[in-house]
Each structure stands twice: as structure tokens, then as C-alpha cells.
T-cell receptor
Framework: EPEVTQTPSHQVTQMGQEVILRCVPISNHLYFYWYRQILGQKVEFLVSFYNNEISEKSEIFDDQFSVERPDGSNFTLKIRSTKLEDSAMYFC?????????????FGPGTRLTVL | AQKVTQAQTEISVVEKEDVTLDCVYETRDTTYYLFWYKQPPSGELVFLIRRNSFDEQNEISGRYSWNFQKSTSSFNFTITASQVVDSAVYFCALKESGATNKLIFGTGTLLAVQP
């Protein structure tokens, strides 16, 4: 069964460093997303991506964040200068389209720890 | 404004008991979609079910059942004869129609099933 994969599973970084979180969405999906979950809290939407551009972003997704689809399979989230409050689980998701029958399938997450 | 409320933060039951997880949502859209996701201790998010706002037919799937009541803006989830493997955090999520694809999650309910 196709699935979303994410690497690394756990990333530890120093405050101020850049990190890149990687995702491989399900191969025939067209919509890609990043969400984050601060420990013990709810899952929050960051950004959605379609047709090689951002289609929607939340207030959390400020200038420190960027997304890219560098090739036909990967989808990345970059945080330019990490802050302590960026520590969270980051989930990538993909869907085949919009609307009812296109539920989002989530990857296993990358736990980011900023020291 | 859109919002999902899961008032139960933690529920503990003994194996084989039935348990219902509550979800109340707010939206101004007349067309919207509701989802339940499961997050086991391993951390991934597993899609369980979707419903659209026009489909108030409740469903039973094995030990799982869902009760969608538009009049009270509720989308409750019941596990019959709970098992230890059901122990997880359960998230209810809302997606409005239109151009947005983002999922709005509730704060989750931690279900602990004791042997």
C-alpha cells in the first residue's frame, strides 16, 4: 500500500541553524501539506502546495519557512533559522485532489528538537 | 470562524467496554467535511473515516461507529468492545469547502484501554 515517507525521523539542531525536513508523498498525489504538532498539543496546518506553488499558508508559516518540490518525488520544508519554539513533530501529508474523496494521508512525522 | 472542540482530554476504560469520543465543530460553511484520525503511541496519524455535511447517515464498521448530527454540530465516534490496541490519541478534524484544503484539528482525546 502506498504511503508517505519522511526523513529523518528525528532531527536535533542548535538554535539559529537551518534545517530541511524531507518528505516523499504518495506518487500519484497532487496536493502536498505540512503540519506541525507541538508536544501534547493539537496538529496545526502550516502550508499546502499544488502545481509547484504555495496554495495556502497559515500565520505560523512566516518568512523563516519555505517549501520546495525539488524533483518529481520529494517535498521539503526548510526552516532558515530555527528557534526553540520550532521544536515539534512535523507531519507531511498528501492527497490526490481536493474535496471529499481526497483525504490527506500523513507520513510518520519528523521530530525536530531545537536546543 | 472554524473550530473543532474535543472536550474530553483523557478517557480511561477497561478492555471490552464501549467508549464514545465526542467532537463538536463550528463552521459557517454549508458544505464541509469531517474526519477522524488516530495517533497511536508510535506517533503517526492514521486516517479512520470521513463524512461530508450532506451525509448524515451513520455508519458501523466493525467495532467502530460514527454518529453525525448536523443539528448539534457533533460528529462522535464510538468504539465497541475496546481493545488495548485502541489506546491512542484520537483527533477530529474539519475541512471547509471552497479553495481551502487545510484540516482544522481538535485538541485530541487520549484513550487508554486497560487490560
Amino acid at each position: 500500500e502506498p504511503e508517505v515517507t519522511q526523513t529523518p525521523s528525528h532531527q536535533v539542531t542548535q538554535m539559529g541553524q537551518e534545517v530541511i525536513l524531507r518528505c516523499v508523498p504518495i506518487s500519484n498525489h497532487l496536493y502536498f501539506y505540512w503540519y506541525r504538532q507541538i508536544l501534547g498539543q493539537k496538529v496545526e496546518f502550516l502550508v499546502s502546495f499544488y502545481n509547484n506553488e504555495i496554495s495556502e499558508k497559515s500565520e505560523i508559516f512566516d518568512d523563516q519557512f519555505s517549501v520546495e518540490r525539488p524533483d518529481g518525488s520529494n517535498f521539503t520544508l526548510k526552516i532558515r533559522s530555527t528557534k526553540l519554539e520550532d521544536s515539534a513533530m512535523y507531519f507531511c501529508a498528501s492527497s490526490g485532489g481536493q474535496g471529499f474523496y481526497n483525504e490527506q494521508f500523513f507520513g510518520p512525522g519528523t521530530r525536530l528538537t531545537v536546543l | 470562524a472554524q473550530k473543532v472542540t474535543q472536550a474530553q482530554t483523557e478517557i480511561s476504560v477497561v478492555e471490552k467496554e464501549d467508549v464514545t469520543l465526542d467532537c463538536v465543530y463550528e463552521t459557517r460553511d454549508t458544505t464541509y467535511y469531517l474526519f477522524w484520525y488516530k495517533q497511536p503511541p508510535s506517533g503517526e496519524l492514521v486516517f479512520l473515516i470521513r463524512r461530508n455535511s450532506f451525509d448524515e447517515q451513520n455508519e458501523i464498521s466493525g467495532r467502530y461507529s460514527w454518529n453525525f448530527q448536523k443539528s448539534t454540530s457533533s460528529f462522535n465516534f464510538t468504539i465497541t468492545a475496546s481493545q488495548v490496541v485502541d489506546s491512542a490519541v484520537y483527533f477530529c478534524a474539519l475541512k471547509e469547502s471552497g479553495a481551502t484544503n487545510k484540516l482544522i484539528f481538535g485538541t485530541g482525546t487520549l484513550l487508554a484501554v486497560q487490560p
